[in-house]
Every structure is written in structure tokens, then in C-alpha cells.
T-cell receptor, first 116, second 111 residues
Framework: DAGVIQSPRHEVTEMGQEVTLRCKPI?????LFWYRQTMMRGLELLIY????????DSGMPEDRFSAKMPNASFSTLKIQPSEPRDSAVYFC??????????????FGAGSRLTVL | DAKTTQPPSMDCAEGRAANLPCNHS???????VYWYRQIHSQGPQYIIH???NNETNEMASLIITEDRKSSTLILPHATLRDTAVYYC????????????FGTGTRLQVFP
């Protein structure tokens, strides 16, 4: 398995532009997580899905952020409009339910977003 | 979830054992101890988890005290590539739920 695949790896955009980050989880995993990491705030959980359904989006900072999971193999995190304070590394992770799988997350390489 | 306390930073000489402590004095009977690490610029990586017995895998060993109030992650022969931030997290194992990362321990392995 290729692991969790994220794209783009790097994105530089101007304030006010729409940003879409993409994630392909590991096949067979039924949980998908979006995290954001900054120096100031560390790793923050934004939202997670189970079987393509959003379970908890309490970490989404504001209405400018939205996440979707249209099928088991694809998820997007969208920021519209983007602001400089959204600059961060965004990680996607997946896992499967069960005593051995629960809480054992596999992370992608991350998408580094810079908003000018 | 039980709260964990880790030292903010540690140093270790290459080739020596790195022993990373974690306190979790409020851990409940059904909570496991999980360890992850994050090498610079990479996504966090799962290392190991356990309940009460000591655990070992190809990456590390996990020693949990008998009262389960603390644990130690052991990297038996640290290499420069083990330089990373190490996170200790306490969770109930059979429910996947939001995994919250604290500030962890920054381990610096030096030559």
C-alpha cells in the first residue's frame, strides 16, 4: 500500500483565494482525520470522518473551512477565502476500527500551505 | 482521556538507549498508552501501544509500571534518525475517536 497520499505537497497562494487540499486514505481504513500544525498551536485536530460521515468537526476554526468525503477513497479540505493565518502544514490520517486498529493512525506527508 | 506529562526535551548519545518517560497518574483501567513520534517536517508516526504488560516491537520497547501511573518508551540503540518529537497519549483502545496530541518530548540524538 502506498500509504496516505496527500496533494499538493506545497501550496502558495494569495489572501482571498480558494485552497483545496486532497487526501487519499489507505484502502480498507474507515476513519479519516484532518489535522493542522503550526509552531504556535502544535497539532490540532480539525475534523474526522467515519465511513465517509463527519463525526466531529468541532476543531474546524471557522466557516471558511469545509471538509468533505464523497467516498471511501477521497477527502478534501477547502479554505475559502484563505487568510495568512491559515498558513500551516495540513495532515491527513486514516485508521481502521477494532482493538488493534483503533487509535493507530497512519499519517500522510502533509500539505504545506502558505497564504501571502 | 487521562492527562499525560512529558519532559519538554531530552538528549541522547548515538548508540545509547533513549529512555523517554511519561506520567499518566489518572489513567483508568481500560486505557492504553500509545506512543507516536514526529520527525521534522513529516507526519506523526505510530510507534507502539500497551495496557499493562511490557511491549516490544521492531521500533521500541514500552515499559509500564505496575500501578500504570507512568511508562517509559525505550529506543535501545538511538540513531541520529531518531531525533524527533515523541508523544505519549492515553486512550481507550476499542473506540476510534479524536486523537489529541500534546506538546511531547523533543529528543535530540547527538553523535
Amino acid at each position: 500500500d502506498a500509504g496516505v497520499i496527500q496533494s499538493p505537497r506545497h501550496e502558495v497562494t494569495e489572501m482571498g483565494q480558494e485552497v483545496t487540499l486532497r487526501c487519499k486514505p489507505i484502502s480498507g481504513h474507515d476513519y479519516l482525520f484532518w489535522y493542522r500544525q503550526t509552531m504556535m498551536r502544535g497539532l490540532e485536530l480539525l475534523i474526522y470522518f467515519n465511513n465517509n460521515v463527519p463525526i466531529d468537526d468541532s476543531g474546524m476554526p471557522e466557516d471558511r473551512f469545509s471538509a468533505k468525503m464523497p467516498n471511501a477513497s477521497f477527502s478534501t479540505l477547502k479554505i475559502q477565502p484563505s487568510e495568512p493565518r491559515d498558513s500551516a502544514v495540513y495532515f491527513c490520517a486514516s485508521s481502521f476500527q477494532g482493538a488493534k486498529g483503533a487509535n493507530v493512525l497512519t499519517f500522510g506527508a502533509g500539505s504545506r500551505l502558505t497564504v501571502l | 482521556d487521562a492527562k499525560t506529562t512529558q519532559p519538554p526535551s531530552m538528549d541522547c548519545a548515538e548508540g545509547r538507549a533513549a529512555n523517554l518517560p511519561c506520567n499518566h497518574s489518572t489513567i483508568s483501567g481500560n486505557e492504553y498508552v500509545y506512543w507516536y513520534r514526529q520527525i521534522h517536517s513529516q507526519g506523526p508516526q505510530y510507534i507502539i501501544h500497551g495496557l499493562k504488560n511490557n511491549e516490544t516491537n521492531e521500533m521500541a520497547s514500552l515499559i509500564i509500571t505496575e500501578d500504570r501511573k507512568s511508562s517509559t518508551l525505550i529506543l535501545p540503540h538511538a540513531t541520529l534518525r531518531d531525533t524527533a518529537v515523541y508523544y505519549c497519549i492515553v486512550r481507550v483502545p476499542y473506540n476510534t475517536d479524536k486523537l489529541i496530541f500534546g506538546t511531547g518530548t523533543r529528543l535530540q540524538v547527538f553523535p
